[in-house]
């Protein structure tokens, strides 16, 4: 049991509350991929979702 939120698992955004763990990296800007977090699987590779989003772009003539 935690001193702080009295619960076990804590609560969110319990101080001691252990920092997310990263699953993967990045395959374009490297940047961590924590547990939880949404992410692009594209052809099994990890993108995140400010690559993709920087990737996205309008078709113009
Ligand atoms: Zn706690
Ligand atoms: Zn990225």
């Given at each position: 049991?935690?001193?702080?939120?009295?619960?076990?698992?804590?609560?969110?955004?319990?101080?001691?509350?252990?920092?997310p763990?990263?699953?993967?990296?990045c395959?374009?800007?490297?940047?961590?991929?924590?547990?939880g977090?949404?992410?692009?699987?594209?052809?099994?590779?990890p993108w995140?979702?400010?690559?993709?989003?920087?990737?996205?772009t309008?078709?113009?003539d």
């Open positions: 049991m935690c001193d702080l939120c009295n619960h076990s698992p804590h609560l969110r955004g319990c101080p001691n509350e252990p920092p763990k990263a699953i993967h990296e395959v374009w800007c490297g940047s961590s991929i924590l547990e977090q949404d992410y692009y699987d594209i052809d099994g590779e995140c979702e400010n690559c993709i989003k920087s990737s996205r309008t078709a113009e």
